[in-house]
């Protein structure tokens, strides 16, 4: 009697490994799921309170005063028609000016050298002009800047460099010494600028300023130099020059935001 057997079916390794894998992968993914939606719930009641009523005010502070200071810087410039030349000439009339200034009362440390230079100075020679320039002399250009701390010494200082031998006075500037400290008067007459307009509109609104949630500052203004300028002064005077400094004004501004009350 023979008997007759079907073969049984296999899965082939890989197909049996893939559905292996897939119902594990698919548990693996719901226990992640899990912890993942729990703390919902807490957020929402975390952010149930809703957005919070705010007023933001911006307040400016001005503070306006004489200057206190002035900064000048003055050149000897010396022509001549050699470098030696024109370098030894122009030394002994930058000594004189340093010299005058001193006697003025100014410290050594309020007097700095500046804008030393030593040009050749060209000319087109007649009769030649389809050649380059040629060298007809030097030019030699030395100056000191000066900090003068008393006002008073101003015109006097002037009058006293330019008949010493200075020739070109390349700027006169104004400025407020310490301006940083002061700056901060500003800076507080700012704050009681914004502090004022967020009081009258809560108090035109109806409601309450609350606590304070953020103050920043919008920017802080100094003074910018005042400058005056004379240029190849060929001339000297025996009283002192005119100056007025005038008045400068320091400014600050900042913003301040408030959470509202009922």
């Given amino acids: 009697m023979s008997r ?45 309170k809703g957005p919070v009523a705010t007023i933001s005010i911006t307040g400016q502070g001005k503070l306006s005063m004489a200057p206190d200071m002035a900064v000048v810087t003055t050149r000897v410039v010396t022509p ?13 009339a930058i000594s004189e000016v340093i010299a005058e200034i001193k006697k003025a009362g100014i410290e050594a440390k309020d007097i ?10 060209y000319e087109q020679q007649k009769g030649r002009e ?3 320039p040629a060298i007809a002399g030097y030019e030699v250009a030395n100056g000191v800047t000066v900090n003068i701390r008393d006002l008073a010494k101003l015109g006097p200082i002037l009058n006293a460099v330019v008949q010493s031998g200075a020739n070109e006075v390349n700027g006169i500037s104004f400025q ?20 004022s307009r967020a009081s009258l509109y809560a108090q035109a609104a109806g409601v309450k ?16 130099p005042l400058y005056m300028r004379a240029e190849k002064m060929a001339f000297a005077s025996d009283g002192a020059i005119p100056v007025e ?5 320091l400014s600050a501004s900042v913003t301040i935001v408030w959470e509202l009350a009922d």
């Fill in 176 to 195: 407020v010494s310490d301006a940083d400290k002061k700056m901060d008067e500003a800076r507080k007459a700012a704050v009681e600028n914004a502090k």
């Fill in 209 to 224: 300023l609350g606590k304070i949630l953020s103050i920043s500052e919008g920017g802080a203004s100094m003074p910018q």
């Fill in 4 to 48: 007759s057997f079907a073969p049984a079916l296999v899965p082939a390794p890989s197909t049996a490994r893939r559905f292996l894998r897939f119902p594990m992968a698919m548990l693996f993914l719901g226990a992640l799921a899990v912890p993942v939606a729990a703390p919902l719930p807490a957020l929402a009641e975390a952010s149930g």
């Fill in 245 to 249: 400094a005038g008045q400068e004004t």
């Fill in 80 to 92: 001549a028609k050699t470098a030696p030349e024109a370098l030894d000439e122009n030394t002994k």
């Fill in 130 to 132: 389809n050649q380059p």
């Fill in 112 to 121: 700095q050298t500046s804008g030393f230079s030593i040009f050749p100075r």
